[in-house]
Every structure is written in structure tokens, then in C-alpha cells.
């Protein structure tokens, strides 16, 4: 069925590191594509998304290319902050009779020190 | 602020209880989600609702139930507690059941004793 596969954590980097986070996905069709982070204590909250092939989503210096041919969207920062320290999920919407449900990897703590 | 309102943030019960949790969805949007978070399984998906009906299921286990009001918030009730249920539950809300991003609460932390 379709699915997320993301890499392990917790990734360590220091402040201004270059950063990836890998995600691949497994899908039937063609679906939306998302990366949530979750700061502690919080809820998820969307950080980015691409809806089709080739649509790269970009937001707070973070992005992340929708590459059919790869069927990956790997999360890219180029200087990371400690601020950046939070726990990332990869995501896609499966379609479940008629409706979809947003299904996420099992997240990627990052941990940035100064 | 995501604009979903759950409550209460904290819970601690005793095993065999029961447990209601609440959730007011983003102005606007129709469809609820819950999930659970556990360390060891992640973020499960339980159950969608839209529009006051059930849309969707996942691994929601049969001592579990919700439902979603005329007024679309939405209460998952948890029944015959075991301490394996202890984890956040989280409670999300979209304006449509499409392929669309999803906007989460701040989450209830049950601790089952």
C-alpha cells in the first residue's frame, strides 16, 4: 500500500550545517506531498508541501523537490539554527474509499547545537 | 496557533476507566482527523470524520469511538483503559476530504496508571 519511508534520527548537526533529511514514498497515483515539523510540546504544523511532479515546496529557508522518477521529496536546509531543532515528518495523503487521509514516516528528530 | 482547539491537554486515569477527548476544528473546515502518537508506533491514524459522518478508518481499536456534533467539533472516546494506551492523541482538522494538508491541536496526553 502506499507509504513514507524516512531516515532515521536524530541527525545532530551544528549551526549552519548543511542539512537533508531523505524521505521516499511509495504510491499508486499521484499525491500531495508533505513535510510537517513538531517543536516539543506541540502539535504538527505544516512546513511544506508539492502538489505534482517536479513542484518544489519551500518555506523558512527549508525545501523539498517532488521527483517522480526517485519517488522521493527529501527535506533540504542550507545553515540550520538551533531553533531548528524539532522532529520532522515526511507525508503523503492515501486515499482511503473516498476520502484521503494525510499518513506521515515515523519523523526524524534534528537536534542543532550551537 | 493552528486554530484547532483541544482540550484537556493532560490526562491521567486509572486502568478500566473511561476517557472522553475534545476537539474544535479551524472555522471552516468540515473534516476531523484523530490520531495517536506513541514512541515505539509513531503517529497512528484512528478515524476521519466529515461533515458529522464517519469517512474513514484506521487502527482504531474497538474500546475506542468518536463522533462529530452538528456544531463539527468532535469527541474520541476512550473506554476500558489498559496502560498501553497512554500516548498523545491528536486531533487535526482540513477543509475537505481531498488531497490537502491537514492542520493539527496541540494534543491531549492521556497517562493511563
Known amino acids: 500500500g502506499d507509504s513514507v519511508t524516512q531516515m532515521e534520527g536524530p541527525v545532530t548537526l551544528s549551526e549552519e550545517a548543511f542539512l537533508t533529511i531523505n524521505c521516499t514514498y511509495t504510491?499508486?497515483?499521484?499525491?500531495?506531498l508533505f513535510w510537517y515539523v513538531q517543536y516539543p510540546g506541540e502539535g504538527l504544523q505544516l512546513l511544506l508541501k508539492?502538489?505534482?511532479?517536479?513542484d518544489k515546496g519551500s518555506n523558512k529557508g527549508f525545501e523539498a523537490t517532488y521527483r517522480k522518477e526517485t519517488t522521493s521529496f527529501h527535506l533540504e536546509k542550507g545553515s540550520v539554527q538551533v531553533s531548528d531543532s524539532a522532529v520532522y515528518f515526511c507525508a503523503l495523503s492515501i486515499r482511503s474509499g473516498g476520502s484521503y487521509i494525510p499518513t506521515f514516516g515515523r519523523g526524524t528528530s534534528l537536534i542543532v547545537h550551537p | 496557533d493552528s486554530g484547532v482547539t483541544q482540550t484537556p491537554k493532560h490526562l491521567i486515569t486509572a486502568t478500566g476507566q473511561r476517557v472522553t477527548l475534545r476537539c474544535s476544528p479551524r472555522?471552516?473546515?468540515?473534516?476531523v482527523y484523530w490520531y495517536q502518537q506513541s514512541l515505539d508506533q509513531g503517529l497512528q491514524f484512528l478515524i476521519q470524520?466529515?461533515?458529522?459522518?464517519?469517512?474513514a478508518k484506521g487502527n482504531i481499536l474497538e474500546r475506542f469511538s468518536a463522533q462529530q456534533f452538528p456544531d463539527l467539533h468532535s469527541e474520541l472516546n476512550l473506554s476500558s483503559l489498559e496502560l498501553g494506551d497512554s500516548a498523545l492523541y491528536f486531533c487535526a482538522s482540513s477543509v475537505k476530504v481531498m488531497n490537502t494538508e491537514a492542520f493539527f491541536g496541540q494534543g491531549t496526553r492521556l497517562t493511563v496508571v
Open positions: 472555522s471552516g473546515d468540515l473534516s
Open positions: 470524520y466529515y461533515n458529522g459522518e464517519e469517512r
Open positions: 504510491a499508486t497515483g499521484y499525491p500531495s
Open positions: 508539492a502538489t505534482k511532479a517536479d
